[in-house]
């Protein structure tokens, strides 16, 4: 099993739509949840961190359960400009960044 | 920010050859480095954990003699490719963590490799 699974996608939605992802992870050790951006032929870039008591960023929320182990993401009013690749990724104190397999969204117009 | 400079962003080569991949912490140091490999389509996959000072680790799979880390100061590692082939081709790219877990990792900008 993998340490950390993504939704398959990929995700074609209309512009304004809402749009949510989730990842499970596998290690109870994780300790830091971070969802990524990415864009083609680029390098992830940060989006959000995640916490327990869940994460707010303009359009974007963040969630982390701990019990069922899964992180989601949740894009409200979602842009053409949101078009990427997103990556879930969780690592403990000292560990490597795992990531899941990203999720491909297309916002269409 | 916390910046991770990562050289060159892409680079052809001939196979058989050896290509060097180099990442520098610029305002920080980054006693840890990690080193992603990413084919098309796919995710990142931790290739290598890179410890200032100290051997690297690599995981399971990765031939160590084939992808040499040198991680010799604070601020520089680099990665070298040996004896590139074609499968070798791919996105590599080196990420950093931050001194607090709220910040993350940042990642250099990545190299794409392409051995022909």
């Known amino acids: 099993r993998k340490e950390v699974e993504q939704d398959p996608g990929p995700f074609n939605v209309p512009e304004g739509a809402t749009v949510a992802f989730n990842c499970t992870y596998s290690?109870?050790?994780?300790?830091?949840f971070f969802w990524y951006r990415q864009d083609c032929r680029k390098e992830p870039k940060l989006l959000m961190s995640?916490?327990?008591s869940g994460n707010e960023d303009g359009r974007f929320t963040a969630q982390l359960n701990r019990a069922s182990q899964y992180i989601s993401l949740l894009i409200r009013d979602s842009k053409l400009s949101d078009s990427a690749t997103y990556l879930c990724?969780?690592?403990?104190?000292?560990?490597?960044?795992?990531f899941g397999s990203g999720t491909q969204l297309t916002v269409l117009p | 920010g916390a910046v991770v400079s990562q050289h060159p962003s892409w680079v052809i080569c001939k196979s058989g050859t050896s290509v060097k991949i180099e990442c520098r912490s610029l305002?920080?140091?980054?006693?840890?480095m990690f080193w992603y490999r990413q084919f098309p389509k796919q995710s990142l996959m931790l290739m290598a954990t890179?410890?200032?000072?100290?051997?690297?680790?690599?995981e399971q799979g990765v031939e160590k003699d084939k992808f040499l880390i040198n991680h010799a100061s604070l601020t520089l590692s680099t990665l070298t490719v040996t004896s590139a082939h074609p499968e070798d081709s791919s996105f590599y790219i080196c990420?950093?963590?931050?001194?607090?877990?709220?910040?993350?990792?940042?990642f250099g900008s990545g190299t794409r490799l392409t051995v022909v």
């Open positions: 990420s950093a963590k931050l001194g607090h877990e709220v910040r993350g990792y940042t």
């Open positions: 290690n109870s050790a994780s300790q830091s």
């Open positions: 995640v916490y327990s």
């Open positions: 990724g969780g690592g403990g104190s000292a560990r490597q960044l795992t």
């Open positions: 305002d920080f140091q980054a006693t840890t």
């Open positions: 890179s410890n200032e000072g100290s051997k690297a680790t690599y």
